[in-house]
């Protein structure tokens, strides 16, 4: 019988204690929950006496934003508990350190990053991360080349890809990124003034047509171990440092479908930007700061990526002269699509961004949503033509009016 059951605060305790290389002395522990994401129970057990602490994030059998209506497989923390695991050995420095895994009782224990911020909040507050670029391009060229057919014998990846079959989690994604946006579904938030806006995007037909070419992609294509939710709301981050969280999402996808998700969650940041009054020049610096910031990521990821192709490339085959360019051309070109995908569903589907939602003034709120919406379907009709990520910052900078 399966000994599974949400932990009491006690039982987190009990769990922690176990942990003999946090806490090797038996002093008080305290406990909170505090997940504030759509999903799980996050606890953080603190050791007052030492100042020593770690967090259990456990997984309900239900999408906790929804409530019990929204059944999901528990095996999603053991996918995200190996992922975590993977991508620390492929990128070290970049992840939490793993203390326990527990796949009866759907639990990870891992490095409390409370050092850290939030990246969504951390841009919302103004910070300034000259790491980032850095970081997770390295993050993303390591783990996806590392899973691709590219860098990891095909075999090896097929025996990999059957332990990352993420359905539950996947559907998710099939259907608020990839769907529900798309016509007038139940599961859309969909603010009244911008009512307009989405109904435009449900009248044009030749938009749809390239989401349905992305989703395609995004259903059928098994080209390396994704983050599968690389949003900034998954990355901690401080000045000097980058962590990134929470790939319970993972499984064999898209390459582009990562890389799309970080720019695109800027690009919100960017839109969010309509905050300031009047022509207030931090909006200015602000925006040039974040274009700046998606422009390096993609130079240094796609660098990266070609380095350990050239360096660590396990195909004979993809060395054919041509094919090298023609991949990256081609996953450019997925990265501008999903980023557009992404940011649309976060502007009216069913789980918005901060950077937005909590712009207090309703007539900027509006002036966001708007750009956010006018760069994301900018960004999916150009998906297929683009030839380089310049015309991400045009896209972006035409809607702002920069
Ligand atoms: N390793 C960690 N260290 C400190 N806080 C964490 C850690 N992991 C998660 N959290 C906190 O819990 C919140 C939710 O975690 P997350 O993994 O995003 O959960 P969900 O899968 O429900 O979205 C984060 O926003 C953060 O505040
Ligand atoms: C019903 S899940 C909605 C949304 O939430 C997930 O994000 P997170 O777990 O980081 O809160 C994911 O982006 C899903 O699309």
Redesign the pocket.
């Known amino acids: 019988m399966s000994q599974y059951h949400p932990l009491t605060e006690a039982e987190a305790i009990e769990t922690a204690r176990s942990i003999q290389e946090v806490f090797p002395t038996g002093e008080e522990l305290v406990c909170r929950e505090i997940g504030d994401?759509?999903?799980?129970l996050v606890f953080h057990i603190t050791q007052p006496a030492t100042g020593r602490s770690l967090i259990i994030k456990q997984a309900l059998p239900y999408?906790k934003?929804?409530g019990e209506s929204?059944p999901l497989s528990l095996d999603r923390a053991r996918i995200e508990s190996e992922a975590l695991v993977k991508q620390g050995e492929l990128a070290p420095g970049l992840t939490p350190r793993v203390y326990k895994t527990d796949t009866e009782l759907a639990l990870t224990v891992m490095e409390d990053l409370s050092d850290h911020v939030i990246m969504r909040r951390g841009l919302i507050d103004g910070g300034v991360y000259p790491l980032f670029a850095e970081h997770i391009s390295e993050f993303m060229a390591r783990t996806l080349f590392f899973t691709s057919d590219l860098g990891l014998n095909q075999q090896e990846k097929k025996r990999l890809v059957q332990s990352f079959i993420n359905p539950d989690l996947c559907k998710?994604?099939e259907d608020?990124?990839f769907e529900d946006p798309y016509f007038d579904a139940d599961t859309n938030s969909i603010e009244d003034p911008i009512r307009d806006a989405a109904e435009a995007i449900w009248q044009n037909e030749a938009l749809l047509l390239e989401v349905a070419y992305l989703r395609e992609k995004f259903l059928t294509r098994a080209q390396a171990l994704l983050h599968g939710?690389l949003?900034t709301?998954?990355i901690f981050i401080t000045p000097e440092s980058t962590k990134v969280i929470?790939p319970?999402?993972a499984y064999f996808g898209p390459i582009g479908f990562d890389v799309g998700a970080v720019i695109a969650n800027l690009l919100l940041n960017y839109a969010s930007q309509e905050h300031w009054s009047g022509e207030d020049a931090s909006r200015r610096d602000r925006r040039v700061y974040l274009l700046n910031t998606i422009r390096d990521i993609w130079t240094q990821f796609e660098e990266k990526f070609r380095r350990l192709w050239n360096e660590h490339g396990v195909d004979r085959v993809s060395r054919a002269a041509g094919y090298q360019d023609d991949y990256m051309r081609r996953l450019l070109q997925d990265t501008i699509g999903f980023a557009g995908a992404k940011t649309v569903r976060r502007v009216y589907g069913?789980?918005h961004v901060a950077d937005i939602d909590t712009i207090p003034d309703a007539a900027a709120r509006e002036r966001a949503q708007r750009m956010a919406l006018a760069i994301g379907t900018g960004l999916i009709m150009r998906n297929r033509q683009a030839e380089s990520i310049e015309d991400v910052i045009r896209i972006a900078k035409q809607a702002s009016g920069d």
């Open positions: 994401g759509n999903l799980n999408a934003v929804v929204w998710i994604t608020l990124i939710d949003h709301g998954s929470d319970e999402f069913l789980a």
